[in-house]
């Protein structure tokens, strides 16, 4: 059998629920997500951004989110994260604001505003706790009181979701253990016994990693995302060295022997050095 595809990576996970065709397989993920949350069940949806630019495929900094509206015009944005970009929570509110406030035009009331909902899908641990989904509202810090309905923010973190110790009576659990890939065959057969949708899904991933163009873009897109999370290692090891001679210049200033300096900073010492004599 051929190798299944990740699909966690977003090119794939927006094949398989970004596409008319799949509008059902959406609805009933979305359906899951958001049971606590919506007082009924979403009856349809419209994909607002179904296509694929191949484009966007090359590009480490694009995003390949899942943006959709429901029939009473609530917004919806699913978008999977493969490793922290960094300011996860500014940057989910800054494109949750973008999206609310789009949906005004000239002339509207803000009353006409509907409820956002971003959902953030995780490949690594980021809320300070051991619950694999946390749903967060706006409220009243004392009381509880939620001050607007309007703002909806799901994290879920894959890691934090351990196979052997998940409910598989629970649909979300179901859900959350294909989008982390379970390897093992017995798994993937009971997560997909009687429900319809789920299996859809998993005959879609089966087809994708099975077509060879799928395959193509699916590998041109890994390595953008690859190339991405090098260039931000880069940087937090860039920044780390940044801090690390600004400590030593201050040390130096202080007095501090040099090999002390080396031993604190876990610079070379010949760097410590060379940095004396640049301060004097």
């Known amino acids: 059998m051929t190798n299944r595809l990740d699909p966690k990576v977003d090119f794939v996970f927006k094949r398989i629920f970004g596409v008319e065709e799949n509008k059902d397989v959406l609805l009933d993920f979305l359906n899951v997500t958001l049971r606590e949350s919506e007082p009924s069940p979403i009856t349809d949806i419209q994909i607002l951004n179904p296509y694929i630019d191949k484009n966007a495929l090359h590009d480490k900094q694009s995003i390949l989110d899942l943006h959709a509206r429901t029939a009473d015009g609530k917004q919806v944005n699913i978008e999977i994260q493969l ?15 973008k999206m609310y406030s789009s949906q005004l035009e000239e002339g509207q009331k803000y009353k006409d505003l509907k409820k956002t909902i971003t959902i953030n899908i995780l490949n690594f641990n980021f809320i300070p706790n051991d619950r694999y989904y946390n749903l967060f509202h706006l409220r009243e810090h004392h009381t509880g009181l939620r001050l607007t309905d309007d703002i909806e923010i799901h994290f879920m973190e894959l890691p934090k979701l351990q196979s052997q110790r998940a409910s598989l009576s629970d649909k979300l659990v179901k859900w959350l253990l294909f989008l982390k890939g379970v390897d093992k065959q017995e798994l993937w057969e009971v997560i997909a016994m009687n429900e319809p949708t789920l299996q859809k899904a998993m005959d879609t991933l089966e087809f994708l990693s099975q077509n060879e163009e799928a395959r193509r873009l699916y590998e041109m897109r890994q390595k953008a995302l690859h190339d991405e999370a090098s260039m931000i290692d880069g940087a937090k090891e860039e920044g780390k060295r940044e801090k690390e001679i600004e400590v030593a210049k201050n040390l130096l200033e202080m007095g501090m022997d040099v090999a002390k300096i080396a031993k604190a900073t876990g610079l070379p010492e010949s760097e410590v050095k060379k940095l004396k004599e640049q301060l004097h």
Request: a positive charge.
């Open 83 to 97: 490793f922290n970009r960094y300011d996860i929570e500014k940057r989910t509110l800054y494109y949750w604001s």
